[in-house]
């Protein structure tokens, strides 16, 4: 599928307005350690930075990720020194990825999760331990990204077994994109997981 299809094919199954096709660059240098494609966002717009250019799998995840942020995803909560805070940052983002995941999915449904390594964080950060987070981010502040990216595939997986099954996407979808029906990050996220697990 060429970039064009692979973007049309997600707008349309998430029932969003068709974007401007966002700028892709080759960029390996700046995707060590991080993954294989990511969104950045500067003064020139959306650009997507693919490690390489003729392996274009990863793209349906970041064009979801562009349509999502198009439409008008959440503020981004960006405080990291308040538990609370911090709980609802790593939360929206986990839902930002779960959302990426579920639209890879609709493109690559062969694709599977990454195992969730860091239990014992996601456990601290629900209970707003503080203390205990910032033993956990010595030495690795990648730490957080990593796992936000795995809880957050997880969910996506779950909520695709639960759209296959049911045929019921628009309420957790319309939770997911936009402004997640007005509530927290973490509580849209408890939400979503008690209907897909039900
Ligand atoms: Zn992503």
């Not at 717009?45 to 995803?73: A, M, N, P, Q, Y």
């Not at 014992?120 to 502040?141: A, N, P, T, V």
């Not at 990204?145 to 595939?153: D, F, K, L, P, V």
């Amino acid at each position: 599928m060429n970039p064009k299809k692979i973007l049309r094919t997600i707008e349309s199954y998430l029932n969003l307005k068709p974007i401007k096709m966002p700028k892709i660059e080759e960029d390996p240098k700046y995707l060590r350690g991080i993954g294989t494609a990511a969104v950045i966002q500067d003064e020139t717009g959306l650009t997507i930075k693919i490690k390489d250019k003729s392996k274009l799998e990863r793209l349906d995840e970041e064009f979801t990720h562009i349509v999502d942020i198009v439409s008008g995803t959440p503020t981004r909560i960006l405080e990291y020194d308040c538990p609370v805070k911090y709980r609802n940052r790593f939360y929206d983002n986990v839902l930002i990825e779960a959302l990426g995941y579920y639209g890879s999915k609709i493109v690559t449904p062969r694709r599977t999760p990454i195992r969730i390594k860091h239990e014992g964080l996601k456990e601290s950060i629900e209970r707003k331990e503080w203390k205990k987070l910032k033993d956990f981010y010595q030495g690795d502040l990648d730490l957080d990204r990593r796992t936000w990216h795995e809880i957050g595939y997880d969910l996506g997986e779950k909520i695709y077994r639960y759209i296959q099954k049911t045929g019921n996407k628009e309420p957790i979808l319309s939770l997911l994109i936009k402004n997640r029906g007005g509530k927290k990050p973490f509580e849209v996220y408890k939400k979503i997981l008690k209907q897909v697990t039900k």
